[in-house]
């Protein structure tokens, strides 16, 4: 007697924005400064990489590996004693990939009442990986509200920017000369 066949999985339902959002924050120290007295760009990306992991695997409901930081932007310096706030969502997600969106906040630490400066924005993209290190589904993303599905429009802009250039990389491998 054979078995009959498993039927396919059924998809992951759909997750809201929301249902994912985080927010990390440190204090910055003397130890986390540069030759300038400023904290150092990897102190920033450690924390973003940090509060995206946690993002991801919310939203996938598992392990998620970082796959690439798609952008980094610095624009205000990090100074000793500021209060940092990496706050992230996932923008978007695919068959197994996400990308997360991260916007780094600083506040004073001996100015109460100054509103926080953005210092930083970055976009990172994270793979679901089962127990065996292989990809896994990832539920897709439901936006919530007007600025949710503008991320997601702009995620799919910078998806297709990835995959343009690495065809175009690979392509101008084939051609080079050795």
């Known amino acids: 007697m054979t078995e009959a066949p498993l039927p396919p999985a059924e998809p992951p339902a759909g997750k ?23 904290v150092h760009g990897g102190v920033v990306m450690k924390l ?41 969502q996932v923008n978007w997600a695919g068959r197994t990939s996400m990308e997360v969106g991260v916007r780094v906040l600083a506040e004073p630490w001996n100015e109460a009442g100054v509103p926080p400066t953005r210092v930083a924005t970055a976009y990172l993209v994270f793979v679901a990986v089962d127990d065996e290190g292989r990809p896994r589904e990832v539920p897709p993303v439901l936006p919530e509200t007007a600025e949710d599905r503008r991320r997601v429009g702009e995620a799919e802009i910078r998806r297709a920017h990835r995959l343009a250039r690495r065809a175009a990389i690979l392509q101008s491998r084939k051609t080079a000369t050795p």
């Not at 249902?19 to 300038?36: E, F, K, Y």
């Open 16 to 38: 809201p924005t929301s249902a994912a959002r985080s927010t990390l924050s440190r204090i910055m120290t003397v130890l986390d400064t540069n030759l300038l007295g400023t």
């Open 48 to 88: 973003v990489d940090d509060v995206a992991g946690v993002v991801a695997q919310r939203h996938s409901g598992g392990a998620a590996v970082t796959a690439s930081m798609d952008e980094m932007v610095f624009l205000q310096p990090v100074r000793v004693g500021d209060l940092v706030h990496a706050e992230a």
